[in-house]
């Protein structure tokens, strides 16, 4: 097996499953070898593709049938453009005990055309009414530790940690109002005001990161594993009147299984699905942050020595969204994995 490095590519996403769920730590291999690894991952995520429930939508839809049932406007988003480096630092110390430090460097592009009224009109996207947003920053470092102590084997593991608050956070209610230390739209009509909570580069909770692994080899040739993590908010910092905000839990299960009887390649293949639960606050977007998607993740990988490359393209096969949610057709992940 690879280094581990027990990385569980994750972020912020502005709809609720469409973040990366590729499972990195069945990638590099479950390792209960000794020693200290360094790992470096890049996502790419394009949601520019409207979907409600399990279909595709329109944004005629998203207004003259808002989420919200008796609303008379809502809002119209171009596109999301997420591009992930995520690092990771591994130190394990023995064959039972390690410990991962994932910090995450958020590049995200965001349009949208704001709040406009029923009924729908081409000039509600034309280009005056669009606001754009860029963001460049360090996004919330997560501290997992994990055990494997359990069996002769070292195949069984239980990951628990916590997710900080290190990334930029807050955003704006209705009344206009903005709490904690949000980014802002950069041109259009939003210009200078605080771009939504989910699509900061933080969250500004403390998240229960909690969750467990298995692995097994299933012939001479091929080796399966199952792994599941739960994310659940402690605590979260922007709780003042008028201006809460509660990042939903969120569950991801994978399972896969990986070709190890070709040598330094590795064709491998991924189920991951994640369930997120609906934002809480005045400062979320409660009807647009639910939902449970399943993706199909093809992969190859490359070791040499003490060095891993991978790269994954995840399609999702299934979806069940709530309210209108900006979602991608594909997404990709290269990686590059060291043994110190």
């Not at 949601?47 to 939508?57: D, K, L, P």
């Not at 596109?79 to 995200?108: E, G, H, K, M, V």
Request: glycine content about 12%.
């Amino acid at each position: 097996m690879g280094a581990w490095l027990g990385v569980h590519a994750a972020g912020v996403f502005a709809c609720a499953s469409c973040g990366c769920s590729l499972d990195t730590e069945a990638v590099t291999g479950f390792s209960a070898q000794q020693g200290t690894s360094i790992g470096l991952e890049y996502d790419y995520i394009q949601q520019s593709q409207y979907r409600h429930q399990g279909g595709t939508s329109s944004p005629a839809q998203v207004v003259n049938a808002p989420a919200i049932p008796g609303a008379s406007n809502a809002e119209i988003e171009q596109a999301t453009i997420n591009r992930y480096l995520n690092l990771a630092l591994n130190q394990r110390f023995n064959s039972r005990w390690s410990l991962t430090l994932q910090l995450p460097w958020i590049d995200r592009s965001h349009g949208t055309y704001g709040q406009q009224y029923a009924p729908y009109t081409s000039a509600e996207t034309a280009s005056s009414q669009l606001s754009q947003a860029e963001v460049y920053a360090l996004g919330d470092m997560k501290v997992l530790g994990t055990y494997q102590g359990w069996m002769a084997s070292h195949n069984l593991g239980l990951e628990f940690g916590l997710k900080l608050p290190t990334g930029a956070y807050g955003g704006a209610n209705s009344q206009g109002q903005s709490f904690g230390h949000p980014l802002n739209f950069s041109s259009g009509p939003n210009a200078m005001t605080p771009l939504d909570a989910s699509l900061q580069a933080g969250t500004g909770s403390t998240d229960l990161l909690l969750g467990g692994f298995y692995f097994q080899s299933l012939s001479e040739d091929f080796d399966g594993f199952v792994n599941g993590l739960l994310q659940s908010a402690l605590w979260h910092r922007l709780d003042q009147p008028g201006g809460s905000y509660r990042p939903g839990n969120q569950f991801n299960l994978s399972a896969g299984v990986k070709d190890v009887g070709l040598g330094a390649w590795s064709p491998q293949l991924q189920l991951n699905f994640t369930d997120r639960r609906h934002d809480q606050g005045d400062l979320a977007d409660t009807a647009d942050t639910a939902g449970r998607v399943l993706y199909l993740s093809p992969g190859l990988s490359y070791s040499l020595a003490r060095t891993y490359l991978y790269a994954f393209v995840q399609f999702p096969v299934y979806s069940q969204l709530a309210g209108y949610q900006l979602f991608p057709r594909w997404t990709a992940s290269l990686g590059l994995s060291l043994r110190l």
